[in-house]
Structure formats: C-alpha cells, structure tokens
C-alpha cells in the first residue's frame, strides 16, 4: 500500500489541508477560515484540526507534511519569521510544531516557490530543468528552479522576483509596485483625479477609491484607452524584470499564474515580450523561451506543498519527484 502526503495551503484569509497518494492525485480537501485575528494558538489549533481531517484512515502511513506559507520564512529551518497577512506570526517554529504533534517529516515553503515547484513537477513546466514561476496578483511572487533544484538562498530568502527594482527616477521602484493589481489601481487613481476619462470612472460610480486592479483589468479587456495604456506600462516594467532574471539565469521557460496575469494574458504579456527584445542583451536570451500560463489552478498550492515532501523541501532534483510519480 502505497504512502499518503499530506499538504497545507496557509493562507491570509484560509487554510486549505488535503490527503494527496503517491501520484500527488487530491484524494480528499478541507479548508476553514484563518481568522489570525483571534491570535497563533487558536489558528495552530484549526490547522492541526484540518490535518486531522485528512489524515489517512485506511492503514496508510504518512510521507510527510507539506506546508505552502507566505514569507518570509526559513524553509531550511521551518520558521515562519513574520508574514504581513498573517498576525501574530512572529518567528513561529512550525515545522518543529507539527513534527511534534504528528511525527512525521515537515517541510515549509515560499507559497511563490512551492507554486514554481509545483509547475515545474507536474504543471506547464513538467520536463524543464530551468524555470521561473511569476506570480502577478496583489504582488509580484517567484519560484526559480535552475538544473533541477529550487532555488532557496542561504537563509530560504532567494527568488523574490518582486522586489527586483525596476526604475529609479524619481525614486527607485520594485517590479511589484509597478505591475501588481496594487499598482493598476494606484495609477488609474492618479490619472483620474488628474482629469484623464476612462470608463473606470462609471465602473466605480464615481468614486475613485472603490478602483482595484480587478476594474483596471476588466476596462483594459473592454478596450477601455486610459486601463488598456497602464496595463501596457505594467506589462513593460514586467518585461524589464524579466530580463533581470534572464540574464542571470537563462531559463528555458517562464511560467505566469496569479488573477493580473491569468485575467489579462496578452494584454500583459505583448508590452512584456517588447522590453525583453528591445533590453536583453542578445536574441539568444529569449528566441527559444517559452512563456506560458500556469496550467494547476487553485490547488497548485496544494500540490506545490506535497511536492515539497516528495524533494525533501526543494533540495532534491525535480527529477526524482517525477520518478516518484511514475513509479508509485
């Protein structure tokens, strides 16, 4: 009888556990509000609780806990140092927790670079040994994978392609702040309180502070002049970030998820193929890359979480993580 993995999506707003077989196949999900809010003991006792739910009950041992966590963390140790959507969590053992309570192997990841592994293992990046995953949603996340393994860092920290900056006049500015929803919204705001016409101002009746990245998004797709020109100077500032990462790894494929990127594909993706011509520093850079969208869905978390199991935490080859999945 083959093993059970279990995974563990922490999120700001949820947490989501799931029993996955040996083919990293869901076998069973549940999920229950984070509610940080009523401080870490209550949250560690609900995680714990969904674990439990999933846990096998049919004789199977466990391989291990996967955990996909927002950073910053130390995957090497099992910290979770101090997530900004998660209060409270200040330096929290969580490996060491879990090892505790349910005596298995716990291994803690980057949500960003276990999505990345995830691809990598079994999604749009499947058979690729160098790869980056970008996350653009309500920030800029990275997972890098280079000859096989996931990139970490001495300390965990490595792959945060969002805070690559990406202009310094009139000040230096990240990728993320110029190309995340965040960033839609800020300079559709600015642009129309500074008289510029734009659907977006009916979509929000008038009032400029209801304005996500979403409507951007949504008026760009629409054809809206005003969304269809800052989603293009976000795609540009993607573009430059990603020729950073071009030149200092040379992957064979870049891999995008997260709602900006899902929601606006090439309206994004045409300004950044641009900059990336126009600024790498030879065609060879990007003449055979491959650019595509993140093919695992909502449960990439999930599945990225397990895949830390089977890689022993990204430090064994992505290569062996497929075995494993053929084999089982």
Do not use: C
């Amino acid at each position: 009888m083959s093993e059970a993995i279990i995974a563990v999506d922490l999120g700001g707003t949820r947490i989501r556990a799931a029993r996955l077989n040996g083919k990293l196949e869901i076998e069973i999900k549940e999920e229950t509000l984070t509610e940080d809010e009523k401080g870490l003991e209550d949250t560690l006792r609900r995680f714990k609780e969904m674990v439990r739910k999933v846990w096998p009950t049919d004789g199977r041992t466990v391989e291990g806990i996967g955990v996909s966590s927002p950073g910053p963390l130390n995957p090497l140790t099992g910290v979770i140092v101090a997530p900004p959507n998660l209060k409270g969590w200040h330096n929290v053992p969580l490996a060491d927790i879990l090892h505790e309570e349910f005596d298995v192997p716990v291994y803690i990841g980057n949500d960003a670079n276990v999505a990345g592994l995830a691809e990598t293992v079994m999604g749009a990046a499947k058979g690729y040994r160098d790869t980056i995953f970008i996350t653009v949603s309500t920030g800029v996340g990275g997972g890098i994978i280079i000859d096989g393994k996931m990139l970490l860092g001495k300390v965990g920290l490595g792959a945060e392609a969002g805070h690559i900056i990406v202009q310094s006049l009139p000040k230096p500015s990240r990728l993320e702040e110029e190309s995340a929803g965040p960033a839609l919204a800020r300079k559709a705001k600015e642009r129309l309180e500074a008289g510029a016409a734009s659907s977006i101002r009916e979509a929000v009746n008038g009032d400029l502070e209801q304005i996500t990245g979403a409507t951007v998004g949504k008026a760009a797709v629409a054809g809206d002049a005003l969304a269809l020109e800052i989603v293009r100077e976000a795609g540009y500032f993607l573009g430059l970030g990603m020729v950073s990462l071009l030149h200092l790894f040379n992957p064979e494929i870049l891999v995008f998820g997260g709602g900006v990127s899902n929601n606006l594909g090439e309206l994004l993706w045409a300004p950044m193929r641009e900059a990336i011509q126009k600024y790498a520093i030879d065609s060879s850079y990007w003449q055979d890359l491959k650019i595509e969208r993140a093919a695992l869905g909502e449960n990439v978390s999930i599945i990225g979480a397990a895949a830390l199991v089977v890689t022993k935490g990204g430090l064994t080859d992505v290569s062996e993580a497929i075995v494993h999945l053929s084999a089982t």
